[in-house]
């Protein structure tokens, strides 16, 4: 069964840190790039970052750069989102999603062929 599950997410104060991890199950991550979204409450989905298939190549949203690292172990066929200094408006649905490609990574959403359920993240004092 093909399977992406996000975990780590919870509650945290504004300034602090939190790390997701997108776990893979009935496929190898190492063909795959991916991709962290979210969604806060009323907004539409946002690309924020992603990880090509080898690693080498990420990508970040200007929200989040300098803030957010994507970082990728294929041994354990999983993504981690170490995300720091956080804000309020870091808060939302964080999803996982992979897309079958050998080099780089996108934003768009639709080549992402399997989504996680979501990890909720609330910043807030």
């Known amino acids: 069964q093909v399977q992406l599950v996000e975990s780590g997410g919870g509650l945290v104060q504004p300034g602090g840190s939190l790390r997701l991890s997108c776990a893979a199950s009935?496929?190898?991550?190492?063909?795959?790039?991916i991709g962290w979204f979210r969604q806060a409450p009323g907004k539409e989905r946002e690309w924020i970052t992603c990880?090509?298939?080898?690693?080498?190549?990420?990508d970040y949203a200007d929200s989040v750069k300098g803030r957010f690292t994507i970082s990728k172990d294929n041994a354990k066929n999983t993504v981690y989102l170490q995300m720091n200094s956080l804000k309020p408006e870091d808060t939302a649905v964080y999803y996982c999603?992979?897309?079958?490609?050998?080099?780089?990574?996108?934003?768009?959403?639709?080549?992402?062929?399997?989504w996680g359920q979501g990890t909720q993240v609330t910043v807030s004092s």
């Open positions: 990880i090509s298939a080898g690693g080498g190549s990420t």
């Open positions: 999603a992979s897309d079958r490609r050998v080099f780089g990574c996108v934003h768009n959403q639709s080549p992402y062929e399997y």
């Open positions: 009935g496929f190898t991550l190492a063909v795959y790039a």
